[in-house]
């Protein structure tokens, strides 16, 4: 059988995706590819979605007169497109995410730099009140195209045992 894969029948096989709490293990790096570009556009509609009113974000003329000389990516989005980078690594198959902490943005980031991230396996344990689960705690490290370190954070992820996953228990998945 082919990795990653589930035999529906002879010849016929569906994708599969995450990992299981078994299949994390501590000190694991997992590079998120691919990258992503981050064009104007992305950026004004992320920071004019969520209502974020600073123009540093969308005003070019008020930009030019920062230290920066031009806009920044708003930095919640580069923390979004981060976490989501990762999800088909580290929480494809997760119940919830738990928690996260020690958020730090270490770089601006601006219009036509690309990002990419990688997650380290920090810890993991099995839930002390939730059977077949357990939580897995990873440390998401963002680079630019120079590989210049943008933004770091840590996640804690509850995790299915394999066999408890949802997808585990719908017939069509």
Do not use: W
Request: aromatic share 10%.
């Amino acid at each position: 059988m082919i990795k990653n894969t589930k035999e529906i029948k002879s010849n016929h096989y569906r994708e599969k995706f995450g990992r299981y709490f078994e299949d994390f293990n501590v000190g694991d790096v997992y590079d998120h590819r691919p990258g992503k570009t981050i064009t104007e556009y992305d950026n004004h509609q992320f920071t004019l979605m969520t209502l974020n009113t600073h123009p540093i974000h969308f005003d070019a003329e008020y930009a030019k007169a920062t230290e920066f000389g031009k806009n920044l990516v708003v930095s919640p989005y580069t923390l979004s497109l981060l976490i989501g980078m990762s999800v088909s690594d580290c929480s494809q198959k997760a119940i919830a995410n738990l928690g996260m902490d020690e958020v730090k943005f270490t770089a601006p980031v601006f219009h036509g730099d690309t990002v990419y991230g990688s997650s380290e396996v920090l810890e993991k344990r099995e839930s002390k009140t939730r059977e077949g689960q357990g939580i897995v705690t990873i440390k998401t490290t963002g680079t630019n195209q120079d590989g210049k370190v943008i933004c770091t954070f840590k996640r804690q992820i509850l995790i299915p045992f394999e066999g408890h996953a949802v997808e585990d228990k719908i017939e069509h998945y």
